[in-house]
Nanobody, 116 residues
Framework: QLQLVESGGGLVQPGGSLRLSCAAS????????MGWYRQAPGKQREWVAS???????NHANFVKGRFTISRDNAKNMVYLQMNSLKPEDTAVYYC??????????WGQGAQVTVSS
């Protein structure tokens, strides 16, 4: 079992930045691919970014150049640095952990609201 707890969400103006953090506990963190999904009101959950245990990253096209995923295996942490935020980035952001393919574990979600 792996427990995931997100933090760092909030309200930010368009063009601003936020950093989401996800703390993992309960299992061998370095064995998982970690990542982020998001879900906006009335929309399906969509994949944002992922990072393998060795550090290889992938980002959705709609966040490339603006968001950066990273992890610290020593601290059991994964991060999502979000820059140049847009109102359409408003969503609940979920941290996940996957052994292979689809997520096996989810965090409870962190609200990000981009509004002036």
């Amino acid at each position: 079992q792996l427990q995931l707890v997100e933090s760092g969400g909030g309200l930010v103006q368009p063009g601003g930045s936020l950093r989401l953090s996800c703390a993992a506990s309960g299992s061998i963190f370095s064995g998982f691919v970690m990542g982020w999904y998001r879900q906006a009101p009335g929309k399906q959950r969509e994949w944002v970014a992922s990072i393998a245990s060795g550090g290889t990253t992938n980002h959705a096209n709609f966040v490339k150049g603006r968001f950066t995923i990273s992890r610290d295996n020593a601290k059991n942490m994964v991060y999502l640095q979000m820059n140049s935020l847009k109102p359409e980035d408003t969503a609940v952001y979920y941290c996940y952990a996957a052994v292979i393919g689809m997520p096996d574990y989810w965090g409870q979600g962190a609200q990000v609201t981009v509004s002036s």
